[in-house]
């Protein structure tokens, strides 16, 4: 669906109906087998807490988009991120486009230049959407460092809803992790883990 009327509380209705936004076109979202943490009911785990104690060095920043400072290193970082996690699913152009123009995506989390994520956030919601960073140089799991320093600031913040995007492969388990985790089925939320572990295996 493609909405015109951008209001958060729009947005907000839309992803609770299990809709994202996409980096198709602006406005355009798409009804997923989404996932979303419960801030209300997330809670750090050891686990939790050892990947935070991994990544104590690494801070990181909100750029509102349009990102002016951009620049052709970020381009390459996301680029050779996602030619090898993703098999090349993002061009450069696309990449500029999502952080240089106003398109759905409004913020843009920068961690020492290391790492970068591109979301869309309003005082209810984050989706924590198109995560990369220097291979390189990143440290080990700096995947899930990015990803659990938001969910934990943004429980901080008082934000209702954390959403890590969709559940399509058996490789998209590792976001199930976090407690306070809702799937949905594309009729309502669930909690059930094992069930939906189980449609991911096939």
């Known amino acids: 669906e493609k909405i015109d009327n951008e209001t ?3 947005i907000s209705r839309m992803y609770d109906n299990g809709f994202v936004f996409t980096r198709i076109d602006k406005g355009v979202m798409q009804q ?3 996932v979303r943490i419960d801030l ?3 809670e750090l785990t050891s686990e939790n807490r050892r990947i935070l104690r991994k990544g104590e060095e690494i801070s990181f920043e909100n ?3 349009p990102y002016p400072n951009y620049s052709w290193e970020i381009g390459k970082i996301a680029k050779d991120f ?3 996690k993703a098999g090349g699913a993002f061009s450069v152009n696309k990449i500029k486009e999502l952080i240089t123009t106003n398109h759905n995506f409004n913020y843009l989390l920068s961690f020492l230049d290391i790492g970068y994520v591109i979301c869309y956030k309003n005082n209810h919601i984050i989706h924590y959407s198109y995560p990369f960073y220097n291979i ?3 440290p080990k799991d700096m995947g899930l460092i ?3 320093k938001i969910i934990s600031e943004s429980k901080t913040e008082g934000l209702k809803y954390v959403y890590l995007g969709s559940l399509q492969r058996p490789g998209d388990v590792y976001k199930l992790q976090f407690s306070g985790i809702e799937w949905f089925d594309g ?3 669930k909690t059930d883990l094992e069930e939906v572990k189980k449609v991911l295996e096939g």
């Open 8 to 10: 958060a509380e729009v």
């Open 82 to 84: 996602y030619d090898k």
């Open 146 to 148: 990015m990803m659990t």
């Open 187 to 189: 009729k309502e939320w």
């Open 63 to 65: 750029h509102t988009i």
């Open 32 to 34: 997923t087998r989404s």
């Open 40 to 42: 209300n009911k997330f």
């Open 136 to 138: 390189e140089k990143a």
